[in-house]
């Protein structure tokens, strides 16, 4: 039983910083793709960073520069770093991930696990 559990979001003004993370529990497989996506209000799921079983990492352009997506192997935790937050940052980020590689990672549909959801909001 694969389970995610996001935890870190909140309320910031612009310009601040958050991390998230996601506790992994249940997972065996040993080459996968880990991402964070995110959902506003009246908007599609979107990817936002992605990190694989190597280490490499992949993100959406709106945020390079400042978010960092990483991993503790020992903790089976997921991060994301959020540094100069925007308004337009505002929405449910949620962690997903599955048994397969980050090659069009930012497609929800191909991930078999996602988390419950943190809400962050920018003002």
């Known amino acids: 039983h694969v389970q995610l559990v996001e935890s870190g979001g909140g309320s910031v003004q612009a310009g601040g910083s958050l991390r998230l993370s996601c506790a992994v529990s249940?997972?065996?497989?040993?080459?996968?793709?880990m991402a964070w996506f995110r959902q506003g209000t009246g908007n599609a799921r979107g990817g936002v960073a992605a990190?694989?079983?190597?280490?490499?990492?992949t993100y959406v352009d709106s945020v390079k520069g400042r978010f960092t997506i990483s991993q503790d192997n020992a903790k089976n935790t997921l991060y994301l770093q959020m540094n100069s937050l925007k308004p337009e940052d505002t929405a449910m980020y949620y962690c997903?991930?599955?048994?397969?590689?980050?090659?069009?990672?930012?497609?929800?549909?191909?991930?078999?696990?996602w988390g419950q959801g943190t809400q962050v909001t920018v003002s």
């Open positions: 997903a991930t599955g048994p397969r590689s980050c090659i069009s990672w930012y497609v929800p549909r191909d991930f078999a696990y």
């Open positions: 249940g997972y065996l497989y040993n080459t996968y793709c």
């Open positions: 990190i694989d079983s190597d280490g490499r990492t």
